[in-house]
């Protein structure tokens, strides 16, 4: 990674582009673009940097201009891609020129969002192991094959590049910069005017709202998910899950691996957690009980499957997630 002359600013670049939201944009204008001199550090210097000098539109009703093009974000020392106009369209050919050119010089590559689909498109995450929102991990690995997509975690440090995932997953990663900057001092101080936590780990996993996988009952792979759904309460066995499909056990574990990319009772566990996280938040039922409504033996079983795919404990999770007495919604 570049490191700046002990003359100038560290210069992160940010991209604009027209049809974008501004929450990620001013998260990085916020972290990088205020001068900071009560922490008594060398700050940054930002540049809003765009493929046009034309107004570009921003969700909400109003326009923006940057006042930088493609030629600076190229030279920064820190290049950040706060999300990309549309997730299953093409990256242009002077962005990912742009993004290349940077990398090769040892600029830091950031992604926030779906600008992890401006980075792939450039080929800096092949090989590398990257987040993005939830929503759009799936069409990342599909359109990417081969960037090793990790949907689970808050944000990735590859070192030279690094991703995150939606929005407010970003900063997390924003703190993290400037912890890796400066330390934890100065991050601290900076998250505490942000009204921000100092520190989530990036391995944290993205809380995500969803309900138990929906699968397709056409198939005899399908028959079995969804029969094994009805049933989460009771001891499921691949001979099980077998039996219903009409299938022999060694032919089903390949349909089934085939189909889902994962193992039949991998993906029993899955459910079983996801089944919990309403329980968590909605009910004041022990978490023994929770885990045994869902199918765990017991509950040490429980909590270390829980731990596990959602990198907190059942009561972390509840009591960051249930809803508080007389309230109608859930507390994060």
Not at 189 to 204: D, K, N, T
């Amino acid at each position: 990674m570049l490191l700046p002359e002990p003359s100038r600013p560290h210069r992160v670049a940010v991209l604009a582009f027209d049809g974008m939201a501004p929450f990620e944009l001013g998260c990085v204008v916020e972290f990088f673009g205020l001068p900071r001199p009560e922490l008594d550090v060398p700050w940054y210097s930002l540049a809003v940097c765009a493929e046009t000098m034309e107004p570009l539109r921003v969700v909400g009703g109003f326009t923006m201009r940057a006042a930088y093009g493609l030629d600076v974000l190229a030279e920064a020392d820190t290049v950040i891609v706060p999300g990309v106009a549309d997730v299953r369209g093409d990256v242009s050919r002077p962005l990912v020129t742009a993004l290349r050119h940077a990398h090769a010089r040892g600029a830091r590559m950031v992604s926030i969002c779906s600008g992890a689909f401006a980075l792939a498109a450039a080929g800096l995450l092949d090989g590398r192991e990257a987040t993005t929102h939830w929503r759009y991990a799936d069409l990342l690995r599909e359109r990417f094959p081969h960037v090793e997509v990790n949907p689970s975690v808050l944000y990735v440090d590859g070192g030279d590049v690094l991703t995150s995932a939606g929005s407010a997953a970003g900063l997390d990663l924003l703190v993290h910069l400037v912890r890796t900057d400066h330390g934890p001092g100065v991050a601290n101080a900076v998250a505490r005017r942000l009204v921000i936590p100092p520190h989530r780990e990036g391995g944290q996993a993205q809380f995500i709202q969803a309900a138990v996988t929906p699968v397709e009952d056409d198939d005899a792979v399908g028959r079995a998910m969804s029969w094994a759904l009805g049933h989460l309460a009771r001891p499921i066995s691949v001979a099980d899950l077998a039996r219903v499909a009409h299938m022999s056990e060694r032919s089903f574990a390949r349909h089934f691996k085939r189909q889902t990319g994962t193992s039949p009772l991998r993906w029993v566990i899955a459910q079983r957690v996801a089944a919990s996280l309403p329980m968590l938040e909605s009910t004041g039922a022990p978490v023994e009980e929770i885990g045994a409504a869902v199918g765990f033996e017991s509950a040490v079983t429980f909590r270390h499957h829980f731990t596990r795919a959602m990198r907190t404990s059942p009561s972390a999770y509840r009591r960051a997630f249930s809803a508080p007495a007389g309230s109608g919604g859930h507390g994060a």
